[in-house]
């Protein structure tokens, strides 16, 4: 099957095979083709150029995208989709004036999302999580990684990754797990939280593994949570089994977690809302990604992960939702990417590049995603006709997509 997209106003993010991510100054560009043609065969991009020297193909489909912008998809590289219920009570109860820190320490927060899970049905967490999961891929988004982190029993956090799993399986874009059972401590483990990791590390870890049921290891790594030595020891035991870490860090407090991450050789490190100046250099050089999460920000009224200084460190950074009950209820990547520009004075063209090539890379896709490449996988969003790709963290909260393609079908 040959899909042929012609008259496209600009083709965004066009590279060449082999550019894994984006740093620094190098954010700063977006490379385009304008008045361009797009090929795809079957479910990879095939080839482009400007309509000035459109070939002779003989294409199953053609679309017309005059006046239309075409991109990659957005890569969501951090989501805790897979949940059951809400936490809608939690949110009226913060406008009222409790902090997420006193809800938490009332046994709200991620404790009463686990009880909520415990006991709804797996096939009832599925049903609630796949529909957020079409929600978000008609929102732009075209590769998403999932937690665990919500079960913090064994049973319930295998219940959860089986969901993820089956997720995988049904649907066409690519779907990345990471075990988060070191999320949150437990009721019964308060007194005894060595307890606790004991059973995450000792007990769970070896089954998720056993059943390769995630890629990645996650830790909250935060004061009321799990300390830089636990994190140490999870990563640990979890490289042993070829599990690479994404983790929570510097969200409230700087205690260390990136440092730790980067010792671990983390595939990213996540938050960063509070980040010093030794968490910076400490990132320089490595190939472990931040990700900013502003959604989060926005709803918590936390600060913004300071992109500013990340940039101009020359550092890359990444973009990513947050998707979860408790402090981001939206997996909307647009709006992540109009509160980088409008919050974090990112440009368009850092923060474009930050939702894609650079959220690839946070997931081990950038090969296949986050660009539009020859070979690459045929991932893209069509938009409405707007000015300009500046139009699309501009005008925040509008839905400027006309239609999203996975694999080279129109979804
Ligand atoms: N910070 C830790 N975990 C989630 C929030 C979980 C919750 O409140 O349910 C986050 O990334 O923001
Ligand atoms: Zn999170």
């Known amino acids: 099957?040959?899909?042929?997209?012609?008259?496209?106003?600009?083709?965004?993010?066009?590279?060449?095979?082999?550019?894994?991510?984006?740093?620094?100054?190098?954010?700063?560009?977006?490379?385009?083709?304008?008045?361009?043609?797009?090929?795809?065969?079957?479910?990879?991009?095939?080839?482009?150029?400007?309509?000035?020297?459109?070939?002779?193909?003989?294409?199953?489909?053609?679309?017309?995208?005059?006046?239309?912008?075409?991109?990659?998809?957005?890569?969501?590289?951090?989501?805790?989709?897979?949940?059951?219920?809400?936490?809608?009570?939690?949110?009226?109860?913060?406008i009222n004036g409790l902090s997420y820190e006193e809800i938490a320490n009332r046994g709200g927060g991620i404790l009463n999302s686990a009880k909520t899970l415990q006991e709804t049905s797996e096939e009832e967490i599925y049903r609630q999580s796949a529909q957020r999961l079409e929600e978000v891929i008609k929102l732009g988004t075209g590769a998403v990684e999932i937690k665990s982190g919500y079960g913090l029993t064994e049973d319930a956090e295998l219940k959860m990754l089986r969901v993820i799993r089956k997720l995988k399986q049904n649907y066409d874009l690519p779907v990345k797990s990471t075990f988060l059972g070191a999320h949150a401590i437990p009721k019964e483990y308060k007194e005894n939280p060595t307890a606790y990791m004991d059973l995450v590390v000792e007990e769970i870890l070896p089954k998720v593994a056993a059943q390769k049921l995630a890629e990645y290891i996650d830790i909250f790594c935060e004061k009321g949570y799990f300390t830089v030595e636990d994190t140490h020891r999870l990563l640990k035991a979890a490289g042993e089994y070829g599990l690479r870490p994404k983790i929570h860090v510097n969200q409230f407090n700087a205690i260390g977690g990136v440092k730790a991450g980067v010792e671990h050789n983390a595939l990213s490190v996540d938050h960063l809302e509070v980040m010093n100046e030794d968490d910076i250099e400490i990132l320089k050089g490595k190939e472990t990604m931040p990700v900013a999460l502003p959604s989060c920000s926005l709803f918590l009224g936390i600060p913004y992960t300071p992109a500013r200084r990340i940039l101009n460190a020359g550092l890359p950074l990444a973009l990513a939702t947050d998707f979860n009950p408790g402090s981001t209820p939206s997996g909307n990547m647009n709006l992540v990417v109009s509160l980088a520009c409008i919050k974090m004075k990112m440009t368009p063209e850092e923060a474009i590049n930050a939702a894609t090539i650079n959220g690839a890379y946070a997931m081990d896709l950038s090969e296949a995603h986050g660009s539009i490449t020859k070979g690459k996988k045929a991932n893209f969003i069509i938009t409405k006709e707007i000015p300009s790709y500046t139009y699309l963290p501009y005008a925040f909260g509008t839905n400027s997509i006309d239609s999203v393609y996975i694999n080279g079908k129109s979804i």
Request: charged content about 30%.
């Open 1 to 94: 099957m040959t899909l042929l997209l012609i008259n496209i106003k600009e083709l965004l993010q066009v590279r060449e095979p082999g550019i894994l991510k984006v740093s620094g100054e190098e954010m700063k560009e977006l490379p385009g083709i304008k008045n361009a043609w797009l090929k795809i065969e079957d479910d990879k991009i095939a080839g482009y150029g400007s309509m000035d020297n459109l070939p002779a193909i003989a294409a199953d489909k053609t679309v017309d995208a005059s006046g239309k912008i075409v991109l990659p998809t957005w890569c969501d590289s951090h989501t805790h989709i897979v949940y059951a219920g809400n936490r809608e009570q939690e949110f009226a109860d913060r």
